[in-house]
């Protein structure tokens, strides 16, 4: 009996950072790994979150064994809610598999959107979980989140393993370092497929420990003689852990500024990852009860998100937390690329306020949850994977991991570059990509989901780059005279005003338009209004060097 | 006889890196030191360029004997144009200076402008010029674009110096390092201001030369195999210089690529600026005449910039360079703050096309054109400023260099930490800020100007992030009655398709609320249209769960 193909499709995470997902498919049944998303670009107007376009799941919903989440990122995590809702019952029969801590995050968010026959199940690592014709086991790995791990999964054609984010830190600070040993027997029993994270495939050497980042807290917190800010992602708890252990250490009370911040702490310890001693903590409005070098505040906003606590400090439109000179923020986070005038302009209404900023530039508090260029080839090393395919990536990252495991001695041939939608298909006689399959973005706005090359966008793209037009023409049914002054208006239009002979000078181009369509027997509503469009558009750009659009009504009374 | 007061008036450039322009004044007699612009942000929908606000100057066009140019760059000159068309005759009387090469490149823009009574003068550095109160000098100094100049400003109160941008580099291309001797002796007959450079006030140390650059870049050339595409600054023409010698050293003919580097290399082999040998420059069209190893591009877009030319070949759309594999792409610049999203989204097309990208990370191709913190001490120490005020930076980095003037030994109380419209005024008795003046943003929306708060940019972000619903109306003249079925039309809202019902759900309230207004003997039209807006507004927002604007339209007949 010869074997079957094993299909690992990636629709999501090929050549961008963010909206992780991947399918493994074997005998006709399904694994999904990881279910994240975006959040939009600038240039995606009106747009909330960008998902994975995952049609490929629509009509296979049935076929789908379980979803296995890596870690509870946004990237790895988000999307969750929205795959369950689109996909509906037949995919949400299938369990969803993760570290209890994942699992307690993927609950809150399936709870905010009123899902509640999602079936959440914690996963130990080690724990070995038939899933159709996969066995799968979770890997523990080290990250900048707890309960962070690899995915193994094995069919009868051979073992695949998909790293999710991790680092080697051989002092995390949960003492538990990535599972090397686990690791290193799957090499020795034989890996097919190595799936590995690329996000630091463009640094060299090894990424620092997360628990340097604790003394350097303390360092910094000692010299500070005002209140102390600290800012960092909600989701990394042992770094909330670190600032939370220098300010005992110091002798300051600590305030969790922030909604997920303290949602996060919450679930934290509740699930053991945190441990904060009794009495430590104050409420953020008990905050000026405490002389100013009493107190370490942890907030959100270290992407200089606009709704944050930070940004809403800075500005100084916080609720509970007015900042004064003398205060020190400490970017306890670096900017995620495209943040970067977010966080900057943070920084700078703080400085306005007289506050000290300090980011990583100053001292090295923070390290980053993905491992570095050697990390990246101990991977490699340990599991040395017959096939080997970078996920997780820009192209240039992607490239620069496919280098990686080259000069870790896997065989060009056998390092795949893939994309989103291109599927590997490894048999018995080989890897290779398969025939693409659909793949993209799907954007969010509002509750709605929709295809980016939805008119609404291109619509809203000229809309604000030029606004709009809008002429109404009133005309007779009988014989298309106009029977009332056409009415002209106009949004997002600048420097009207100081034209006012303009909107004159457009009604005599409609009433134009109209004695020639009247002349000429138009009678199809349709055609007058496309001439009405046409002598508009050319008279508007003709005077304004512009093209707002131009929207022609005409009503026929 | 006592003195008068001196008044320095940033109008940009203070609490931002951009638009800089300051006006110096005294005895009711103008000088205007540079006219720069700045980029818009993405949130500026529509918007092409951002000037300072110069109302302050509009009454006092008469008032101005001059402006003067530091150098050629668009943030110190770019705004010349529409400042000149703006201010009208009486400022175009007052002649503007600067360098030759300042000149050339002021000539070119307002050419563009078709602005052919603006008096441009070629200032040479040391020449006292009388200009009303103030005799004005230039100061050579280097930076990343010949002709760059300090300029000095003299009244009988004393003298002023703002830095422009600078560098204090030791081993500049065209072997002029900055006229050190010169502001020393400024020094020793004492400076009464200093408005210094803020850029790299956030850097320890000092900034590497120059000249640094070229051996950088000819070792990157030697091992490389296919084509090199370097592209850098058009402005930087001693960058161009130095990839022209390092392609000439290795045998390679070297084609420039993009308008603004043709123009300005013009421009600087003109002045003498750049020497490019004999047969050494080929036409973009004729490069596939010559072997890969043979050729080096000089191209634009090292900022991603939308049109530019590297952008388009990333893209595939460049008419005369198509991008292989193995051809080289060196980035001797590094992303403006705010353009690294378009920077790593061109790399990452390049590695697409399997081309080899080297940037700063991998090599020193690049050197910054501002002096670091010790060059700063240095311009300092130098001068022995009796006041200090920090100009050219965003907060941050004007608070840094305030801290450098306080350490070689300025006064506190005599460093001031200027804003945009916040005048310095310094008499015998000493040194203060006056009351603030006017200033900000102005907007450039095609060939207009206008203001930021211009409502029609308010409605461009309404109109972006949730698009328009029209609603057209025709009620009787007489008893206000619906006369025809409404019209409903939406432009920017999604996923309307899915919702078919909902066109015909509002227009039945839109008959409700027009009943309603007959009912009401409702009949002034604007009412009508008011009460429609709320109504239509509750019901959409009520469905969608969006905010679209509404616009409904009432026609009378």
Same mark, same amino acid.
């Given at each position: ?22 399918? !493994? ?108 014709? !996969? ?67 463009? +640094? ?18 000692? +010299? ?65 009860? !405490? ?141 290779? !990509? ?74 005599? @181009? ?39 659009? @131009?929207?022609?009504?005409? @009503?026929? @009374?």
């Amino acid at each position: 009996m010869s074997l079957g193909t094993l299909r690992v499709l990636p629709l999501g995470g090929m050549g961008e950072i963010g909206k992780n997902m991947t399918v !493994f498919e074997y005998d006709g049944r399904i694994v999904v790994v990881d279910v994240g998303l975006r959040f939009p670009t600038a240039d995606m107007l009106g747009i909330d979150l960008v998902l994975p376009d995952f049609s490929y799941l629509r009509e296979r919903a049935q076929d789908i064994e379980g979803f296995v989440i890596t870690h509870g990122h946004e990237d790895h995590l988000g999307a969750l809610p929205w795959v369950m809702r689109e996909l509906g019952p037949d995919a949400r029969a299938a369990p969803v598999y993760g570290g209890p801590l994942t699992m307690a995050m993927g609950r809150s968010k399936l709870d905010e959107h009123r899902l509640k026959d999602v079936r959440l199940e914690d996963l130990e690592p080690g724990r070995e979980l038939e899933l159709g014709p !996969f066995v799968v086991e979770l890997v523990h790995m080290t990250h900048s989140i707890p309960d962070a791990c690899a995915v193994v999964l094995s069919c009868e054609l051979g073992t695949s393993l998909i790293s999710g984010d991790y680092k080697f830190d051989q002092t995390p600070v949960d003492g538990e370092p990535a599972d090397v040993a686990r690791l290193a027997e799957l090499g020795r029993d034989g890996v097919l497929l190595l799936c590995g994270d690329s996000t630091n495939a463009d +640094r060299a050497g090894w990424s620092p420990s997360e628990s340097g980042v604790g003394p350097q807290l303390e360092e910094v917190f000692s +010299r500070c003689e005002g209140r102390i800010v600290v800012t960092s992602f909600a989701s990394n708890i042992h770094r909330v852990q670190q600032v939370i252990d220098a300010a005992l250490a110091l002798g300051r009370k600590v305030s969790l500024v922030g909604r997920s911040m303290r949602k996060n702490v919450n679930i934290g310890s509740q699930l053991g990852h945190i441990e904060v001693p009794d009495g430590l903590l104050v409420q953020p409005r008990e905050i000026d009860d !405490f002389p100013d070098h009493k107190v370490v505040v942890i907030s959100t906003g270290s992407q200089g998100e606009p709704l944050s606590a930070l940004r809403r400090m800075a500005h100084n439109d916080h609720r509970q937390v007015t900042l004064r000179p003398h205060d020190t923020i400490v970017f306890s986070a670096t900017p995620i690329p495209g943040n970067e005038r977010a966080v900057n302009e943070t920084i700078d209404r703080l400085y306005q306020i007289g506050c000290e900023v300090i980011t990583t530039r100053d001292a090295p508090v923070h390290a980053s949850g993905h491992g570095y260029q050697e990390e990246i080839k101990l991977m490699l090393n340990l599991l040395r994977p017959r096939y080997v395919m970078p996920v997780h990536g820009d192209v240039k990252r992607i490239h620069l991991h496919a280098q990686l495991a080259e000069a870790t001695g896997v065989d060009p041939t056998d390092i795949f570059r893939g994309e989103n939608g291109l599927p590997l298909e490894i048999d018995e006689q080989g890897a290779r !990509f398969g025939e693409r399959q659909q793949s993209g973005m799907i954007f969010v706005d509002g509750v709605d989901i929709g295809d980016p090359a939805d008119v609404a966008l291109r619509d809203r793209r000229m809309l604000s780059a030029d606004g709009i037009f809008i002429v109404v023409a009133t005309i007779s049914g009988q014989d298309g005279a106009s029977v009332a002054a056409p009415e002209v208006i106009f949004r997002g239009v600048p420097f009207l005003d100081e034209a006012d002979g303009l909107v004159e000078e457009i009604r005599d @181009v409609v009433e134009g338009s109209l004695a020639q369509a009247a002349k000429e027997q138009m009678r199809e509503i349709d055609l007058v209004q496309q001439l009405l469009h046409d002598d508009l558009a050319a008279f508007v750009y003709e005077r304004l060097r512009r093209r707002p659009m @131009v929207l022609p009504v005409v @009503v026929e @009374v």
